[in-house]
């Protein structure tokens, strides 16, 4: 039996970065932070002013893939997501006009970096036990720090947080930093 290659490999192996190099993209998610599950995708967030061009190249190189799915929001600016599968690893794109740094998955994905980092291994740890216990990566890392509410909007807010105030919360959670 064959052994999956590295999320990294998987990624290498199909151009995709390369690929979509036009739309300025960027890996996030579970997988770079850390914290990833058996069954987590390789999440890649791009911007596209023109999203029919963006769909028109992923189609292209990506259409004949197992699993290939292509969908738009219904919601504001009407990102397109792609999914499929390559190399024992399930992909998803999202593809939208807003540019990378403002849109809520990177600045989820930023605040949830600089949390791991300020947070030490106990914190990781924490995050790694929700996580194999189901939850979701934005409820995990609410749920760590007992912060209430919508946990996407709210890691959506702490994005503008120092990291003096991060290092605050997670103190009080018992997480020594």
Avoid at 33 to 38: F, K, N
Wanted: charged share 20%; hydrophobic share 45%.
């Amino acid at each position: 039996m064959n052994e999956r290659p590295t999320y990294q490999d998987a990624l290498r192996r199909t151009g995709l970065l390369r690929i979509l190099e036009p739309f300025d993209p960027h890996v996030i998610g579970t997988l770079p932070l850390g914290v990833a599950r058996p069954d987590s995708d390789i999440d890649i967030i791009c911007c596209a002013a023109d999203l029919s061009a963006a769909v028109e190249l992923v189609w292209k190189h990506f259409g004949e893939s197992e699993s290939f799915a292509i969908y738009q929001w219904s919601a504001k600016g009407r990102p397109v997501i792609a999914t499929f599968e390559a190399y024992g690893w399930p992909f998803e794109i999202f593809v939208s006009s807003t540019p990378v740094q403002d849109q809520a998955g990177w600045r989820h994905f930023e605040v949830e970096k600089r949390l791991l980092t300020l947070g030490g291994p106990a914190f990781h740890t924490a995050i790694c036990a929700l996580r194999a216990g189901g939850a979701k990566t934005e409820p995990a890392f609410a749920r760590a720090l007992k912060l209430e509410g919508d946990p996407y909007a709210v890691l959506y807010d702490l994005f503008s947080t120092s990291d003096n105030q991060l290092n605050a919360a997670l103190r009080a959670q018992g997480f020594a930093v």
